[in-house]
């Protein structure tokens, strides 16, 4: 039975639930990796810190998706009696496995802290927070973890769990859950989206999150600040007026000038999707600004014909660039497209307007063909990345290449279906993507400086 759309869609709903946290002193701690995108949304609603608790499951050795316990930092350690019997697992065994998980959790661990500091959680309520409970082991596990960190009380908050794992987790003051189906099996069931997360994916997440509290930009209808007062890094919610509503996007602008990078989104995704916030952090990394934004707000998402009203889509993508052209520390900045699924026929229809301003595109597993006849009037550079095992949009993409008139290149990333799930593919997609708007936003700035002179 679905219950949720995806992750992040669990993250709201269960969002809803925990506002009476907000104003609180409130840590919110995903579990990786599925467990970090449900709580960075919450943590994002309730306007408070996110943090993760590393935990590895100890599964049984003949079959290791079943959880006979759990380990985590601090070694902490829980064991399911019950199964270890059920199965006759050995003292040997039980080490061996132990000794395996835990390396694989202290290198986790060095990644996720690496140029972070762990949030002290002394005498604050720890907010836990995993994308479902099956067994509750690893859910056990960490709520111990926050309890010898020194949390004054641990809340345990999930979107689905079994009846019976949750009347086992005795170790949390509270536990939140939006739902205990009676045919649990798994936690996957209840997700119509339950793509494996990646560990890059909740690094780029807690990188957001850490950012969130630097300098803001004004609401639309205030005065923009100086460029010489702002703060660089700029790192800010911002709403754009659009069509007589608002869009939520979120603007990260390195320096005065610097490159930007517009994201498009496709197929119901938002500026929260874990893979274009991964995509994001690389450019940053690079120096490049970014603007991930929500083309559609959450009343027009529940229309699914508006995910594919292309037009719409690019008409809104229009409407950022120009806002970015508006602002003080934007001005002057070349302006790139990044497109995802849908998101990527958007970007080219809205390249292919008379006078656009666009310097460079970029399709990641994306459906150029929806632009139509609109391809071949796209003059930007532009750098289709398709997935060698999504096969049917290759074709779509190649025909597409076909079609423009513009430098057009098609970079297939060997072994990467269409979502680019498989471990590394991700990465090359995002330094394809980096390379190629560090190439044309460069030359760009550089023909309008010469341009000026």
Not at 246 to 266: N, R
Not at 320 to 344: C, H, I, K, M, N
Not at 423 to 447: C, K, M
Request: some cysteine.
């Amino acid at each position: 039975m679905t219950i949720y759309e995806d992750r992040a869609d669990a993250g709201r709903q269960l969002a809803r639930r925990l506002l009476p946290w907000r104003g609180q002193d409130v840590v919110v701690l995903g579990l990786p990796r599925g467990g970090v995108p449900v709580a960075h949304v919450v943590a994002e609603a309730l306007d408070a810190p996110l943090d993760v608790i590393v935990v590895r499951k100890l599964g049984v050795p003949a079959q290791p998706e079943l959880a006979m316990g759990a380990i985590g930092e601090e070694g902490a350690r829980v064991l399911d009696e019950r199964t270890l019997q059920y199965f006759g697992v050995t003292d040997a065994q039980l080490e061996r496995i132990e000794e395996r998980e835990r390396a694989v959790l202290e290198a986790r661990t060095a990644r996720f802290r690496e140029g972070r500091e762990r949030i002290d959680l002394t005498g604050r309520t720890a907010l836990i927070v995993d994308d479902g409970i099956a067994t509750g082991s690893t859910a056990r596990v960490a709520c111990r973890i926050a309890r010898q960190l020194g949390a004054a009380r641990v809340v345990l908050a999930v979107p689905v769990a079994s009846e019976d794992a949750l009347a086992r987790i005795v170790e949390a003051d509270e536990i939140v859950c939006l739902a205990t189906p009676r045919s649990f099996t798994a936690v996957g069931h209840h997700y119509r989206d339950f793509s494996a997360t990646q560990d890059e994916d909740v690094v780029a997440l807690l990188d957001s999150a850490l950012r969130r509290h630097q300098p803001q930009l004004p609401p639309p209808g205030h005065p923009s600040p100086d460029p010489v007062d702002t703060a660089y890094p700029v790192d800010a919610d911002v709403r754009l007026p659009v069509d007589g509503t608002e869009l939520e996007a979120h603007l990260h602008l390195p320096a005065p000038g610097a490159g930007v990078v517009v994201f498009a989104h496709g197929s119901g995704s938002s500026r929260r999707s874990p893979r274009n916030q991964h995509v994001a952090s690389v450019l940053q990394r690079a120096g490049l600004g970014t603007l991930l934004l929500d083309l559609l707000t959450p009343q027009e998402e529940g229309d699914r014909a508006n995910v594919f009203a292309v037009e719409l889509l690019a008409r809104r993508l229009v409407a950022a660039t120009e806002w970015l052209r508006r602002q003080p520390g934007s001005a002057d900045s070349p302006v790139g497209y990044f497109g995802a699924s849908t998101g990527a026929g958007a970007a080219l229809w809205a390249a292919a307007e008379p006078g656009s301003p666009v310097a460079a595109v970029v399709s990641r597993g994306g459906r150029p063909d929806l632009a139509g006849s609109r391809l071949g009037a796209v003059r930007a550079p532009t750098l289709l990345i398709v997935g060698g095992e999504d096969h049917e949009v290759l074709g779509l993409n190649r025909r597409a290449q076909e079609a423009m008139r513009c430098p057009a290149r098609l970079e297939v990333v060997a072994g990467a279906t269409h979502l680019f799930e498989e471990p590394g593919t991700l990465d090359r997609a995002a330094q394809l993507a980096r390379d190629w708007f560090t190439e044309h936003l460069s030359a760009a700035r550089e023909r309008r400086a010469g341009a000026s002179r």
